[in-house]
């Protein structure tokens, strides 16, 4: 796929929960190969929502998406691409649902039609690379909070996707482990949106942040002027150009 090819296209979105106030209106928005975007807003502002309409978990009232240039209009059509965006919930508890965590990590590539050897190998792989290589037989239930984050993004990178959308990876996580994570992120070759919280970490990630407000995306000033006075010499003094 060329670089600045549509990923995933949104034209005119509307949406609302049942009989509840618009959460979006009239959304545009795109995202292409080779973006790496941050996105930071209030809590209810409808960050996770978005996501859930981007992988076709929810359907829009009015408006268009397209991904991967192709209209998304029937769930064939999501259940085609889905493998190819991975989705990190918010909530862990909803991304896991095997037993063990190998089984877990490995449900997707099986799934996809992997053999269960060339499965296995990618899930003790990934594992690998998030540092989990123990994990492989630990009860998935019993795990902290933190550690079913972790197990939760093994799950989505074992299916080898073009783009990932990730919800809050950072939550429950401890200091080094949030390391492990920058590190990833920046040494993979891969366009994502992530939704944080945490300014320092999408300034570590993300090369451009958007915010939403009353339904809609905005370029976030604010944390880019928070980028740019550190990108200075004299960065504790608060400057614009
Ligand atoms: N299943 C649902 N039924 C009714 N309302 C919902 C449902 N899911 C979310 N909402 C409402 O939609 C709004 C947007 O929720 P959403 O989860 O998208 O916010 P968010 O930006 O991800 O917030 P946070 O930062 O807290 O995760 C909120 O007001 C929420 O209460
Ligand atoms: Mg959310």
């Known amino acids: 796929m060329d670089k600045n090819q549509s990923i995933i296209k949104m034209r005119g979105i509307n949406f609302s929960h049942f009989e509840n106030s618009p959460i979006l ?3 545009d928005f795109e995202f292409l190969k080779g973006d790496k975007i941050g996105f930071i807003a209030p809590n209810g502002s409808g960050k996770t929502t978005l996501f859930h309409l981007m992988m076709g978990l929810i359907k829009p009232v009015s ?3 397209e991904i991967f240039g ?5 769930e064939q059509d999501f259940s085609q691409i889905r493998h190819r ?8 508890d909803d991304q896991l649902f095997c037993p063990t965590v190998l089984e877990d990590v490995s449900f997707g ?3 996809m039609g992997k053999s269960k050897k060339e499965a296995i190998d990618i899930s003790k792989r990934t594992l690998g690379f998030l540092g989990l290589s123990d994990f492989e037989n630990r009860i998935t239930f019993k795990l902290s909070g933190g550690e079913k984050k ?3 993004l093994a799950t989505v990178l074992s299916m080898e996707p073009e783009a990932l959308l990730l919800d809050e990876p950072l939550t429950g996580l401890d ?5 492990t994570i920058t590190r990833a992120l920046t040494e993979m070759n891969i366009s994502y949106i992530i939704i944080s919280h945490n300014i320092e970490f999408l300034k570590n990630t993300t090369s451009k942040t958007l915010t939403m407000r009353d339904g809609q995306i905005y370029t976030d000033k604010q944390v880019h002027v928070h980028i740019h006075d550190h990108a200075h010499v004299h960065g504790n003094i608060p400057h614009k150009h």
């Open 25 to 27: 209106k009239d959304l």
């Open 63 to 65: 408006g268009t998406i």
């Open 70 to 74: 192709k209209p998304m209009e029937t």
């Open 85 to 92: 965006i991975g989705l990190l919930f918010q909530d862990a």
């Open 109 to 111: 590539p099986l799934n």
């Open 150 to 152: 972790l197990v939760s």
């Open 175 to 179: 200091t080094k482990t949030r390391t």
